[in-house]
Nanobody, 126 residues
Framework: QVQLVESGGGLVQAGGSLRLSCAAS????????MGWFRQAPGKEREFVAA????????AYADSVKGRFTISRDNAKNTVYLQMNSLKPEDTAVYYC???????????????????WGQGTQVTVSS
């Protein structure tokens, strides 16, 4: 079992920055690839970014590439999402999720993830 708790969401103006954190319980955090997803009202949950167990392999949705950075600290059982140059279309509830994968693997598919946090709201005003 892995419990995930997100934090760091809030209201920011367009062009601003936020840093989301996701703290994981348990001693097996480094066994999981981690992902960030988001869901806006009336839309399906979509992939934002993912990082492998080792932290060396990362992937991003085209819509956030160059603006968002995913990272992890296995010693602190935490994964981060640094969001810069925010746009109103980034407004959504952001979720972190965990999935067991081999060292270098990651996954884009929300249905593959085993554990989810409760989400944190990010609102970007124009």
């Amino acid at each position: 079992q892995v419990q995930l708790v997100e934090s760091g969401g809030g209201l920011v103006q367009a062009g601003g920055s936020l840093r989301l954190s996701c703290a994981a319980s348990g001693r097996t955090f480094s066994s999981y690839a981690m992902g960030w997803f988001r869901q806006a009202p009336g839309k399906e949950r979509e992939f934002v970014a993912a990082v492998s167990r080792s932290g060396d392999n990362r992937a991003y949705a085209d819509s956030v590439k160059g603006r968002f950075t995913i990272s992890r600290d296995n010693a602190k059982n935490t994964v981060y999402l640094q969001m810069n140059s925010l746009k109103p279309e980034d407004t959504a509830v952001y979720y972190c999720a965990a999935v067991r994968r081999s060292r270098w693997s990651l996954d884009y598919r929300p249905n593959e993830y085993d554990y989810w946090g409760q989400g944190t709201q990010v609102t970007v005003s124009s």
